[in-house]
């Protein structure tokens, strides 16, 4: 057993050496507040994690009627009727997920683009107040971005921007129907402005940590300044983009406020960016406080749970996207 007890150690040091690296660091901490400290942390990091379990369970719970009344029928059906009692969250995912996507496909190039001018280009008595107002749209509340959308934004689309995309591509399932203003474009729209600021703050720390000697070598063998800024700076912040956007698509998944005003609040599955839809978030803010009965008590905590495996799974796609060109970079 002595022999067993000596040879353990050794043998996890070998395999984990991290292991024993940690031991002799707590066997070091022999002062009381060091410990408090690290077991404080402990706690919270753990607590955190039980928080999050919690939650999903708590959820889980509440839409285990639905699930079991509808099974799969709840994920492939459109129909969302409380006098009847047929719940389908089909349309809702299919306009979460739409409007998300469409909206970070709209927000990242121009997010790159103003990062980009206001880390390079941009002179200094620019930069930093044109930066600091750009980092001030992320602090408005979600609720006035609603507003504003419902009584300028979407005015607008319907009276410019939206007729003359009907006239000219309303042959294209895109932009068919009439123009409502309020609809899936709104919504879009809406989204970019708001997931904007967060993604290009990012990407202005990314641009920053790029060290100048990267720049400073690409201009000395003869690159123009726009090659530069593609070779030395854009080439090395793919990872750094896309960590970007992963925050800005977990905001636009999960806003609700400002998609609910101008959406439209119809579960409708349509091509068209002129049409009205509905997301989860929108749904859930809508009929949660009204529902008058207990099965739709648990389709909306359905698609509640949902929303979070959504969010999930995009959010896990988007990380191993980084994963991959994290490699890709090292190995490259």
Not at 18 to 40: E, H, K, L, P, T
Not at 190 to 205: G, N, Y
Not at 326 to 332: A, F, H, L, R
């Amino acid at each position: 057993m002595e022999v067993e007890s000596k040879w353990i150690p050794f043998v996890l040091e070998r395999i984990i050496p991290g292991i024993s690296s940690a031991r002799r660091i707590r066997r070091r901490d022999v002062n009381w507040g060091d410990r408090v400290f690290y077991y404080g942390l402990k706690l919270s990091a753990w607590a955190l994690g039980a928080l999050l379990l919690y939650m999903i369970l708590l959820i889980w719970k509440m839409s285990e009627p639905a699930f079991q009344m509808y099974g799969w029928r709840f994920f492939v059906t459109n129909d969302w009727n409380s006098v009847t009692g047929e719940f389908g969250a089909l349309a809702l995912i299919y306009g979460t997920v739409v409007s998300s996507l469409a909206a970070i496909g709209l927000a990242v190039p121009v997010s790159v683009a103003v990062a980009l001018f206001l880390n390079e280009l941009a002179p200094e008595w620019l930069s930093r107040p044109l930066g600091f107002l750009v980092e001030m749209l992320a602090a408005i509340p979600s609720i006035v971005y609603g507003l504003w959308g419902l009584f300028v934004l979407a005015p607008f689309l319907r009276n410019y921007i939206q007729p003359p995309l009907a006239d000219y591509l309303g042959f294209t399932p895109l932009f068919s129907g009439p123009p409502m203003g309020v609809g899936m474009m709104a919504a879009v729209v809406i989204l970019a402005i708001m997931v904007m600021p967060t993604i290009t703050a990012i990407c202005r720390e990314v641009f920053r940590a790029i060290p100048r000697s990267n720049r400073e070598a690409a201009l000395g063998l003869g690159a123009t300044r726009w090659e530069m800024l593609k070779i030395a700076v854009l080439r090395s912040s793919h990872a750094g983009i896309l960590g970007a956007t992963i925050l800005g698509l977990g905001r636009a998944l999960g806003e609700t406020m400002a998609v609910t005003m101008v959406i439209g609040n119809n579960p409708l599955i349509s091509a068209s960016l002129f049409s009205s839809a509905q997301t989860m978030s929108s749904i859930l803010a809508n009929q949660y406080a009204e529902a008058d009965s207990l099965l739709q008590l648990s389709a909306l905590s359905a698609v509640a749970f949902t929303l979070f495996l959504v969010s999930l799974l995009i959010n896990g796609f988007a990380r191993l996207i980084v994963w991959r060109v994290n490699s890709q970079y090292k190995s490259g």
